[in-house]
């Protein structure tokens, strides 16, 4: 199985801040790899991917980047909605796997 | 649109059977691979297993021996049973579709299953 590994978990932030998340793959993925938003009590939503395409009605703030086995999701600038928990996940191979989540908490 | 939507009991008894069953609506069941995953309360996210419409299935190793999958393409759905269930199976599962390894872009809304006698 491909190990997906997320820093910083958590992440404390504020309003405005550019804020960077990053997955680590355990071997190369090459660009298979998606970002996902989840907030408390509700349903994952695809944000980005293949390393940096945006899911349709995605704010522009939010950007992907890296390639084999180092990722990073980018929040631009932060907004009150964008506080949530972010999972990275592999396309690569199955079994399908995901980054233990970062939370992104105010500040 | 397609849209998902889970079903089955949300209470299992230990060391029976979870079954549940996702109707795919809105659009045609095929091209998708259709997945199983779980989060237990406050932790992350678990892939189950995926199922294309051929029947071909693929599932995480960790729970391959109590998982089966199946799809309907008469009647819009793919289905999960995952046998002798504890209470470490107690979690919301959801029903998702990934296109061209492109990421879950559709989910269902997830069901929450409870395994307890």
């Known amino acids: 199985d491909i190990q997906m590994t997320q820093s910083p978990s958590p992440l404390s932030a504020s309003v405005g801040d550019r804020v960077t998340i990053t997955c680590r793959a355990s071997?190369?993925?090459?660009?298979?790899l998606n970002w996902y938003q989840q907030k408390p009590g509700k349903v994952p939503k695809l944000l980005i991917y293949?390393?940096?395409s945006l899911q349709s009605g995605v704010p522009s703030r939010f950007s992907g980047s890296g390639s084999g086995t180092d990722f990073t999701l980018t929040i631009s600038s932060l907004q009150p909605e964008d506080f949530a928990t972010y999972y990275c996940?592999?396309?690569?191979?199955?079994?399908?796997?995901f980054g233990q989540g970062t939370k992104v908490e105010i500040k | 649109q397609v849209q998902l939507q889970e079903s089955g009991p949300g209470l299992v008894k230990p060391s029976e059977t979870l079954s549940l069953t996702c109707t795919v609506s809105?659009?045609?069941?095929?091209?998708?691979?259709w997945s199983w995953i779980r989060q237990p309360a406050g932790k992350g996210l678990e892939w189950i297993g995926r199922?294309?419409?051929?029947?071909?299935?693929n599932y995480n190793p960790s729970l391959k021996s109590r998982v089966t999958m199946s799809v309907d393409t008469s009647k819009n759905q793919f289905s999960l049973k995952l046998s002798s269930v504890t209470a470490a199976d107690t979690a919301v599962y959801y029903c998702?579709?990934?296109?061209?390894?492109?990421?879950?872009?559709?989910w269902g809304q997830g069901t929450t299953v409870t395994v307890s006698s």
């Open positions: 199922i294309y419409t051929s029947g071909t299935t």
């Open positions: 996940q592999q396309s690569y191979s199955t079994p399908r796997t």
């Open positions: 998702a579709g990934e296109k061209s390894q492109r990421g879950m872009d559709v």
């Open positions: 809105g659009g045609s069941i095929s091209s998708y691979y």
């Open positions: 071997q190369s993925i090459s660009d298979y």
């Open positions: 293949t390393v940096f």
